[in-house]
């Protein structure tokens, strides 16, 4: 990571450092990642709503974020 | 963490799309009917590796032979887990989506085992010098952070069970990617993602605690709000 001021730096630490108990973690997320992907395909906003202790997850866990990218990739090929 | 139940994933049957319907039938076939489509299954989701793994090429340091055979073992062990788990697959998607999601998986399984093979570091090293640096924190502005870095190193070493700070020491300071922490730890992707979160919310109760961080988690009631 790019050196950066005391308060940006700072921040990103703070940002690591939050967790949220809405998160449902890597298995569930997994476990419906297929259908979640579809839904963002069609409408993100939606999925987000319908599914949004999934969406909590995709956005603090970089493995999970990445196996979505490249489903959504697949799907659109 | 939470536990959720979204709707759309309650059990019973469902009505397939016709291409889904299509793939079930040729995959629960008997014969030439089965062998074609386990062939065309095959053919789906190598190619579906393939994108895949060219896609995340550049950011794995991986190219030639070594990218094919992840590639190649991914597929085949995607189409393992698809047809193991074909009873399970209850149209809630495309049959192909749910299918891609195993390649997925395994692609990433598979580059976590390798990150082994070329290790850049050794997963146990405890060099603290790299904290601020993980976070982009500017050593000329050192003084405005040193308190707060020096507070997680305690926090790691005062609050966290011994395989809470192993997994931390891992992933962060030593920045092994999380399923190669899951494949040296015989472990799984979801195991050491909750050791994280729960080392993480630790380390901010105890910098919070040590008015190192601000709790602003708080209402103005003095209770804790749910994020």
């Given amino acids: ?77 | 963490m939470a536990s959720s139940e979204p709707a759309g994933t309650t059990p019973g049957p469902r009505l397939l799309d016709a291409d889904s319907a299509q793939w079930i039938e040729e995959l629960t076939a008997q014969g030439a009917a089965r062998e074609a489509g386990l062939a065309r299954l095959h053919d789906l989701l190598t190619r579906a590796a393939h994108r895949e793994v060219r896609r995340r090429a550049p950011r794995l340091g991986i190219a030639g032979p070594e990218l094919e055979d992840i590639a190649h073992q991914a597929a085949s062990d995607a189409m393992l887990a698809v047809l193991a788990k074909l009873d399970g697959f209850r149209g809630e998607s495309r049959f192909t989506t749910w299918a891609y999601a195993f390649v997925m998986f395994e692609v990433s399984a598979k580059v976590g085992r390798h990150f082994w093979r070329h290790p850049t570091v050794a997963m146990d090293a405890e060099d603290w010098e790299r904290l601020p640096d993980r976070f982009g924190l500017d050593p000329a502005h050192a003084v405005e952070w040193g308190d707060l870095v020096a507070g997680v190193r305690r926090a790691v070493d005062e609050a966290l069970t011994p395989h809470q700070r192993r997994i931390f020491v891992a992933l962060v300071l030593n920045h092994a990617p999380l399923d190669s922490v899951a494949v040296e730890l015989d472990s799984n992707r979801n195991a050491i993602y909750k050791a994280l979160f729960d080392a993480r919310r630790k380390i901010r109760a105890f910098l919070v605690a040590n008015a190192l961080m601000a709790d602003d988690t708080r209402g103005a009631d003095g209770r804790h709000r749910r994020r």
Avoid: I, K, N
């Fill in chain 1, 1 to 77: 990571m790019d050196a950066t001021d005391g308060a940006e730096g700072t921040a990103a630490l703070d940002r690591f450092l939050r967790t949220d108990p809405a998160d449902v973690g890597c298995g569930e997320a997994m476990a419906v990642l297929h259908v979640y992907a579809e839904l963002v395909d069609r409408d993100p906003a939606l999925a987000e709503a319908q599914y949004a202790g999934v969406a909590t997850h995709l956005a603090a866990c970089g493995p999970c974020a990445d196996d979505l990218a490249g489903l959504l990739a697949a799907l659109r090929d």
